[in-house]
């Protein structure tokens, strides 16, 4: 989560001062959705570490499983007008980026992304449950 701190606010640095990319919304706000995404992505690496067996599994299960569905259904590079947007929804990063854009782009207030926070909370709270429940302690 640390790393995550620090990778965001470099992005955010060098977004704004390098790229002149404007910031019209709250800076707070943006931080701690971009916090609130980072956990929900910790907990998804959770829930993967209880699945594989191993590291090499994990770091597959994560680049394959993961990664293409994520740039390919959360709206970032393409839009999301195909015949899998219901499975776009379960996928973190189109609620994060719906949430960012609301709050960068367009300036809008918490309570206009309350739904985004929600679902993203949510999702956080579901993974960890199933990742608890996954557990198993071995010695």
Known sequence: LLLSMVNIATILLLSYFLLDVPIKGSLLLLVS??????????CLGLLISTVAD?????MLISGIALMLPIMLLSGMMFPIENILQWFSHIVPAKWYIIAVKDVMIKG?????????????????VVLVFLSVKRFKIRL
Not at 33 to 42: D, K, N, R, T
Not at 108 to 124: Q, R, T
């Open 33 to 42: 959705v971009s916090i609130l995404y980072a956990i929900v992505s910790l």
């Open 54 to 58: 191993t590291q090499q599994a994990a």
């Open 108 to 124: 809008l207030p918490a309570v206009s992304i309350l739904k985004e926070i929600g679902i993203l909370s949510f999702m956080a």
